[in-house]
């Protein structure tokens, strides 16, 4: 039987926030958007005149839904072709969720959803409700059906395993500063500029899944990681026969923190994000996995970006 209206008006008033919940969960734009779809067929089918608080019953059925996916998730990355990194979100995406403070900011970087994959999913789970949803341990022991202090004692130790090298947060000029910068270096062929733009212990990230080519293996060290984007930005006829063709770039807001988007006719083809620290740039992530680029090539169709900073390979 379909749903009266005014039910589904209320699940579409909470789906961004789903949404939002379950990409942090998950780490994926893909995964979180069936997570909400079969939350909304749990809502399509539930007794809804015994549901007293309509946006908790979906919170809990949706963090549990998650909760298994995660357990499956850790199989299935066990055979995944290369690193994994996480889905990158264009800025402006209602995915990315609740932005006003450095720790909902924060909870939502790469860096950080790379991180994440340390956590067991009940640590993820209640660190993304308390971190960046604002919920109360007694909210979150609710959902989770675990103690209050059982809460409390799961985030601390999430806290524990995510602590790290303090982020630095830049606006949109300096995001533009720093991929002009970087491309220009990576462009030049030549290592030293590079390398200057890099701290000390600079790692490098690619996920290709097993579509792209990309390396088994993170690259560290300032000297190795200049070495290999100097190799990766060098052009070649199999570059572009594997993307499409020359890629365009652009500087883009994805997660929070600079990025270099590349798109090939109007498909984002890689998204190659910085992580930035006070000496320089101290993580490249590059996501080259087209299943991972589909929902930013959607928003990124939506909206005008000016002129591009350049065209490669």
Known sequence: MPLP??????????????????YRMLGSAGEAEDAVQETFLRWQGADRERIEVPEAWLTKVLTN????????????????????????????????????????????????????????????????????????????????DITEAGSQQTFS????HLAGRPRVEVGPVATRRIVEEFLAAAASGETEPLVRLLTDDAISVGDGGGKIPAR?????????VA???????KPSGGKRDMIGGSAQVWAAVVNGGPAAVAIVDGKVVGIMSFEIAED???????????DKLERATRRWAERDHGAPLGTFW
Request: charged fraction near 25%; proline fraction near 5%.
């Open 5 to 22: 209206q005014q039910e589904v008006d209320l699940f579409e008033a909470s789906r961004a926030r789903l949404e939002a919940i379950a």
């Open 65 to 144: 839904l998650c909760l298994n996916q995660l357990t499956s998730a850790r199989a299935r990355r066990e055979t995944y072709v290369g690193q994994w990194l996480p889905e990158p979100v264009l800025d402006g995406d209602p995915m990315l969720g609740p932005a006003e403070t450095a720790e909902q900011r924060e909870s939502v970087s790469l860096a950080v959803l790379t991180m994440m994959e340390r956590l067991s999913p009940n640590e993820r789970a209640v660190y993304v409700l308390r971190e960046a949803f604002s919920h109360s341990h007694a909210e979150i022991a609710e959902i989770l």
């Open 157 to 160: 130790r999430a806290k524990r």
């Open 216 to 224: 088994a293996k993170a690259v560290s060290g300032a000297l190795a």
């Open 227 to 233: 070495k290999f984007l100097r190799g990766l930005f």
């Open 280 to 290: 320089g740039i101290a993580g490249v992530r590059n996501q080259a996995n087209p």
